[in-house]
């Protein structure tokens, strides 16, 4: 289960001369904007980590900014509390920082939870880079995750990664889902390497089972499960479209995620006429997420940059593309829509039977 990774960090450290420590119980704070009932990795992320903390004992309680109609305080399963803080969002469901107009929102939750240590999540927040500056100030201990990687080029990279220089600065703990997130973070942050610890995402295999029963083998199905923003590279995947339906007749797209760059899609789809093979499912609860993998044969991700993918983990374990298994079963290709028409067309050459067999 996600999340087990940092159980196991603390039952082997309870072993040690400093176990009192460890075996404290605490009042942890989950900071981020991005909090169901948006969908996506960093979310899901969020909630499962937040339960296996609660089932060792610890309070959580998460802050979040209002989405929509819903406000104020939510109680989730084993009693934990979702904050809905009534936040302007700015873009792309992150708020606007200026560091003090959440100042008394969070300091009233910090106070009132009686919270020990303050756990935030994602550069692309807001909401955890103010986190990280208010709980400072009020003595609090501190613990930022990373799931993305970064450039250094380009102006919001720039921005981005100077803000997190600021943040990161006086924080007790960071957290990577991936050695090179880690080395991408400690980079762009000047960090020092020996308080970043790397915790690999996983997913519950259980919840993720292969049924190959579920897949039609007179055509071949290509799954894509992603946010459709230009950071997951929608826009190639809009260039591939037509070129791999034109050439295999038998090619289907089966596309779940929701986003901005859903319109790129709907133009492709209806230029080239294409509404019976390539199917938008739009937003996917977790639950319905294993449903849609197992009718595919192929797994694409077609990301710019990604630092340890979520959706391709529950691909994996659903027995579509890991990245831990042999080469023979995944392919790489330079984000590019040549490099990807190319790949695909390899993947696609072997017979549908060796799909099922693998």
């Known amino acids: 289960m996600r999340g087990a990774g940092f159980k196991a960090m603390f039952s082997q450290r309870s072993r040690g001369p400093t176990a009192e420590v460890f075996r404290k119980k605490h009042n942890i704070c989950m900071v981020s904007d991005f909090f169901y009932p948006n969908m996506g990795g960093v979310e899901s992320h969020i ?33 934990l509390k979702v904050y809905y803080l009534p936040l302007q969002v700015m873009y792309n469901q992150s708020t606007a920082t200026t560091c003090f107009h959440s100042l008394p929102l969070m300091r009233c939750v910090f106070v009132r939870e009686r919270i020990t240590i303050v756990h ?18 009020l003595g609090l201990n501190t613990v930022f995750t990373d799931h993305s990687l970064f450039g250094f080029a380009d102006i919001s990279s720039v921005l981005t990664n100077k803000l997190l220089t600021i943040s990161l600065c006086d924080t007790n703990h960071i957290v990577c889902v991936s050695y090179t997130s880690k080395e991408n973070t400690v980079l762009r942050a000047a960090l020092n390497p ?39 590279g929608i826009d190639l995947l809009g260039g591939i479209i037509p070129e791999l339906c034109l050439k295999y007749p038998d090619l289907h797209f089966l596309i779940g995620g929701e986003g901005p760059k859903r319109i790129v899609l709907e133009e492709v789809r209806e230029k080239y006429q294409l509404h019976d093979r390539v199917r938008l499912l739009g937003a996917l609860e977790h639950k319905d997420v294993r449903g849609v993998l197992v009718q595919g044969h192929i797994f694409l991700n ?27 079963l995944i392919t790489l290709c330079e984000p590019t829509v040549r490099s990807l028409c190319a790949g695909l067309e390899s993947v696609i050459s072997q017979h549908p039977q060796q799909f099922s067999e693998k």
Do not use: W
């Open 120 to 137: 935030s999540h994602s550069s692309f927040s807001a909401m955890a880079h103010d986190a990280l500056f208010h709980a400072k100030t």
């Open 47 to 79: 909630y499962q980590l937040s339960q296996c903390l609660i089932a060792m004992g610890h309070k959580v309680v998460i802050v979040t900014h209002a989405y929509g109609r819903r406000k104020g305080i939510r109680h989730l399963t084993n009693g």
């Open 302 to 328: 077609t990301s710019l940059t990604e630092a340890f993918c979520m959706a391709i983990v529950e691909g994996a374990s659903c027995g579509l593309i890991p990245e831990v298994l042999p080469e023979d």
């Open 194 to 232: 020996e308080i970043v610890s790397v915790i690999p995402n996983a997913v519950d295999s259980a919840d993720f089972t292969p049924d190959p029963s579920q897949r039609q083998d007179d055509k071949i199905t290509i799954v894509v499960i992603s946010r459709l923003v230009y950071r997951k």
